[in-house]
């Protein structure tokens, strides 16, 4: 069907197609919050659907898919989105849906920072002006006297911290791992490290639940794999924008559903905050 496309609205397409499961997620972490279902569940949920998403690639190459020069690195990496998938659902408990998106989009100011010192990129003008921007738009978002939940900020921005580590890290292991050992390890430590969590907080549950955890499992990995194709039809800076319409999704149904309504000031921090996003990704996708 997309065949007869060209490559960047093709890619359009998929990128759109990856915003939408990715509100999806957010909808059903605020469904299954307000089930019961603890969050380190639904963490080992996510993290059980990226294994079983590379069983095959195992079950084809056996231990060779984890052969790696760079285990101490893979190991960062899978950490790194533990944490960011633990705090990003944390996030939904204190935060609406809308503005725990918006705060998840700070990740690229934290990559910008980091860049430099820990990969040695040439961080221009503009996209210093958007890492501004963005922290700008934070402080909006939480001046004095607003309704916000600081620990839901924090736990949106300690997510936004470790998605960045997960760039610095994806970025490195790309010169030399094949996207397969880098799936690969990612389900691996990440179930690893979820489990013990996921057995303490455990509780009894029906079988709804339990078929909407495998439902949630097998479709969170396809954002990634959406992502990934996206960008090998379109051109990055042609893409960037359509990340973000997420947003729109979540906050629609963060309205219809859950009756969610952030106030003036949060909607105007959040604008700053995606101009300075959006400003950011641009400039990169086209450095590259």
Do not use: K
Request: a positive charge; charged letters at 10%.
């Amino acid at each position: 069907m997309l065949q007869g496309l060209s490559g960047n609205l093709r890619g359009g397409l998929l990128m759109a197609l990856a915003a939408v499961l990715f509100a999806a997620e957010a909808l059903a972490i605020r469904f299954m919050n307000q089930r019961g279902i603890p969050m380190e569940v639904q963490v080992f949920a996510r993290a059980a659907g990226q294994l079983l998403w590379v069983a095959p690639l195992v079950a084809h190459s056996g231990l060779e898919v984890f052969r790696s020069a760079r285990p101490g690195l893979h190991l960062l990496r899978g950490t790194c989105s533990l944490l960011t998938w633990g705090f990003y659902y944390a996030s939904f408990g204190p935060l609406d849906l809308a503005t725990a998106t918006v705060l998840s989009f700070t990740n690229v100011m934290f990559t910008t920072l980091l860049a430099g010192p820990v990969l040695g990129e040439r961080v221009d003008r503009w996209r210093w002006a958007g890492t501004i921007a963005g922290f700008l738009g934070v402080a909006v978002m939480l001046r004095p006297g607003t309704s916000v939940s600081l620990v839901g900020v924090a736990l949106a921005i300690a997510s936004a911290t470790a998605w960045c580590g997960i760039t610095l890290s994806s970025r490195v292991l790309a010169r030399s791992e094949r996207n397969s050992t880098i799936m690969a390890w990612v389900g691996l430590v990440t179930t690893a490290g979820v489990t013990p969590f996921a057995v303490m907080a455990w509780v009894p549950l029906g079988s709804f639940d339990l078929a909407f955890l495998l439902g949630f499992a097998l479709f969170t990995p396809a954002i990634i794999w959406l992502l990934t194709s996206a960008y090998r039809h379109g051109e990055a800076s042609a893409l960037a924008p359509f990340q973000y319409l997420r947003l729109v999704v979540v906050a629609g149904f963060g309205w219809a559903i859950f009756h969610e309504v952030p106030d003036g000031w949060t909607w105007a921090g959040a604008a700053v905050i995606l101009a300075g996003a959006v400003v950011i990704t641009v400039a990169e996708a086209r450095r590259q």
